[in-house]
Structure formats: C-alpha cells, structure tokens
C-alpha cells in the first residue's frame, strides 16, 4: 500500500492532468451506465411481473356473462310430446326438469353454433 501511495504522491501531476481532461468521470459513467443497465433489468421484470398480477386481479373481478335462463343448467335436451311440441327441458348433468318457457343459449340446442 505504502508504494502505491508513493508512486501517487510523486505523480501527482499526472492525477491532476487526468482529472482535468475528465478521464475519472469517464470512467465514472462507466460504471454507473452498467449499474444502470442491471437495474433496468430488474425494472423491467417487476414492472412485468406487477402487470400480469393486475391482468389476474381484473379478469377475477370482471363480470361474467350470465347464465341462459333462470338457473345455471347448461347442457339441456327438448322434451317434445305427440304433437312435436315443446312441453319442459331435461339437464342431463343434474337430471333437472324445466319448464317449457325456460329459456336456452342458441349454442346450446342441438346443432346450433359453438
């Protein structure tokens, strides 16, 4: 240590020119420009990371689309009688009878869009 601080004292001038000529802010901005770089790095993943919480938080409070009718059935088959008349559904997951007035999705009958 001691020579380093030797060799300093006795070259001070040329400390002195380097420092004029800005070459230790030189290296000054270097190394802050690296810092900078790592930390925008850091910046961008966090400001990704608290976007897709947001995106998750939004899509669980947004409002669904309701339900066809005046209960949650879904998959439904048509109870006809003799006549070819509409008289009630049947949910085949629940077993459920509706009445015949009990409105459906047009992708829920049989043939219909999806």
């Known amino acids: 240590?001691?020579?380093?601080?030797?060799?300093?004292?006795?070259?001070?001038?040329?400390?002195?020119?380097?420092g004029a000529l800005g070459v230790f802010e030189g290296i000054r901005d270097f190394f802050i420009g690296i810092a900078e770089?790592?930390?925008?790095?850091?910046?961008v993943h966090h400001e990704r990371?608290?976007?897709?919480?947001?995106?998750?938080?939004?899509?669980?409070?947004?409002p669904r689309a309701p339900l066809p009718g005046r209960c949650v059935h879904r998959r439904v088959k048509q109870v006809r009688d003799m006549n070819d008349e509409l008289v009630g559904w049947?949910?085949?997951?629940?077993?459920?009878?509706?009445?015949?007035?009990?409105?459906?999705?047009?992708?829920?009958?049989?043939?219909?869009?999806?």
């Open 1 to 18: 240590m001691v020579p380093v601080l030797n060799w300093l004292l006795n070259h001070w001038f040329l400390i002195f020119i380097l």
């Open 37 to 43: 770089a790592v930390a925008g790095v850091f910046a």
């Open 49 to 62: 990371r608290i976007e897709l919480a947001e995106a998750q938080g939004r899509a669980a409070v947004e």
């Open 90 to 114: 049947l949910c085949v997951g629940c077993d459920a009878q509706l009445p015949a007035d009990w409105a459906i999705a047009a992708e829920d009958l049989p043939g219909g869009e999806r």
